[in-house]
Each structure stands twice: as C-alpha cells, then as structure tokens.
C-alpha cells in the first residue's frame, strides 16, 4: 500500500533519510559537492552534506522561457555566465537572435541577484572535476532541477545526481536522462504538492540559506 502523506516531520528529517539513500552513490574521498536548490532545497541539502562530509553550497539556477509559453524552456542559465540552450526549442520558436540574447540576459540578471543575496561576495564553488548532487525538498513540475541539472552538467561536474524526499510518479523522464542518477525516497501516484509531504513545511528565509551556508 503506497505510503500516506506527511512522511516527514521536516525537511532536516528527510535530508537524513535521504543522506542515507545516497551513500552508494558517491564516492566517499571528500569530493562530493551537495548543492542545494534555494531556498528549501538547501535546508534538506544541509543535512546531506553533514552526514556524508561533503561540501555544501547553494545552486542558483534561472530557467529560460519561451515569452509566450513561460513554461516551455529555451534553455537555463546558471552562475559564471554558464548558458543552456534547448536547440530544438529553440529552432521551433521562430525567436530572432536579439529576442534571445534579452530573454537570456533577463535571466543572467535574475541569478546574479539572488547570489548575491545568498552568498555575498563568496564565489561560487568549483564544480567541474567534481561528482555533484542537486538536492530539492520535492518536484511539482521538476523543470527548476531540470534546469539545474543541464547548469551542472555544462560546469563539468564528473557525476550528476538529483535527490529529493518525494517527487510524482509521472516525473518528466526527460529529468532522469539529464542526470546520472535520480534518487527519491517516494513516488507517488497521488502527489498533491510538495509541502503536503511535510508536518512542517514553514518558509524558509534567505536568512536562514544564508546561516546554513555561512556567509
């Protein structure tokens, strides 16, 4: 019988049950680096990078959208000028290269604010080299993680994966083929959203990512 939800108590409770999913999928030489999805992704990337002793930092990622169809992606744009472009998307938009260059730039813009909110001056982590894990507290559409994941694979991350507590059973199988492992510790078939998989699932404050990150 498929589990009912809340799961968890918080989001520090499943970033323990999830550490412990994802002991086999990395290597245990200190390497790692757990990149949590602001802000409530970083909560549960917290305790992961506690309990697996490595590193921890915030990802923050903008995806692209189509003007008229927000949801459909032209491509993600992440820190350090590092652009995604979904080709096909792209070919079938009809968007001349200025159209592209201002919704990409609006995007850069967006992702420059919010680090700088986040992290400060800090720089970001250096990811390429580097096995990298995307953690978010729960998928609703995943085209945020989707954007992630195609951010981290251009920075060269030697092993992609992305761990969350609970995402839909119908997750867009585009988002498994993006990264090398996709680990989740439910699947509904009736997800409902994120927060209802929580006792609590109070907003989390840029101040609270910015204690959890040190900066």
């Known amino acids: 019988m498929e589990r009912r939800p809340p799961l968890w108590a918080d989001r520090t409770e499943a970033g323990v049950e999830l550490a412990a999913r994802l002991r086999d999928h990395l290597p245990h030489d200190g390497q790692a ?4 999805l602001p802000r409530g992704g970083v909560v549960v990337a917290a305790e992961v990078a506690r309990l697996l ?3 921890l930092d915030a990802l923050v990622v903008c995806k ?6 927000p949801e459909l992606a032209l491509g993600a744009v992440g820190g350090d000028g590092v652009r995604v472009r979904n080709d096909d998307v792209v070919r079938h938009t009809g968007l001349t ?3 592209l260059e201002q919704a990409f730039t609006a995007a850069e813009a967006q992702v420059a604010r ?3 909110i986040l992290r400060g001056g800090r720089a970001p982590p250096e ?5 990298a894990v995307i953690v978010d507290d729960g998928l609703a559409t995943g085209a945020t993680a989707l954007a992630a994941a195609q951010v981290v694979r251009a920075l060269s991350a030697t092993v992609v994966v992305l761990a969350v507590p609970v995402a839909p059973a119908d997750t867009d199988p585009r988002l498994g083929a993006a990264v090398d492992a996709f680990v989740t510790l439910a699947r509904p078939r009736r997800f409902g959203a ?15 990512v910015r204690a959890l990150l040190g900066t």
């Not at 692209?64 to 169809?69: E, I, K, L």
């Not at 699932?201 to 101040?207: L, S």
């Open 33 to 36: 680096l757990v990149l949590g």
């Open 53 to 55: 002793d490595a590193d």
């Open 64 to 69: 692209v959208g189509v003007p008229w169809h």
């Open 97 to 99: 290269e200025a159209q």
């Open 114 to 116: 919010r680090e700088q």
């Open 127 to 131: 990811v390429a080299g580097r096995p």
């Open 194 to 208: 994120v927060g209802t998989w929580y006792e609590d699932f109070r907003q989390v404050e840029d101040d609270d």
